[in-house]
């Protein structure tokens, strides 16, 4: 039964004209809106850059993160969505608080 079910899937995915599922595209949406409006408000914040610069390097890893889950496992599990869509936000306070403790913030 999961084989017809595979193929009808493959079927859908080839009339919709993409060959990536569609969880993978909203989890895409929901991380770059995130992405963008914390960097538009980082960006404006008067420290010289350094908070916008964590979130840049935070949002670099998220990016190599996602591409080893998505070259990993072509269809997505639930955990995994679940990074991607929720997963900028407390890497960047990773990065932050990783940062102020080696002292690179001042």
Known sequence: ???KLQLLREVMLKQRGTTQPRTYREAIRSALIQQVLILG???????????CLICIYAAIGFWVGFAIIRFRRPTPTTVELAVINLGYIP????????????????
């Open 41 to 51: 408000l980082t960006s404006m914040v008067l420290d010289v850059g350094q908070l």
């Open 91 to 106: 890497l960047c306070l990773v990065s932050f608080f990783s940062a102020w403790i080696s002292g690179s913030l001042s």
């Open 1 to 3: 039964m999961s084989g």
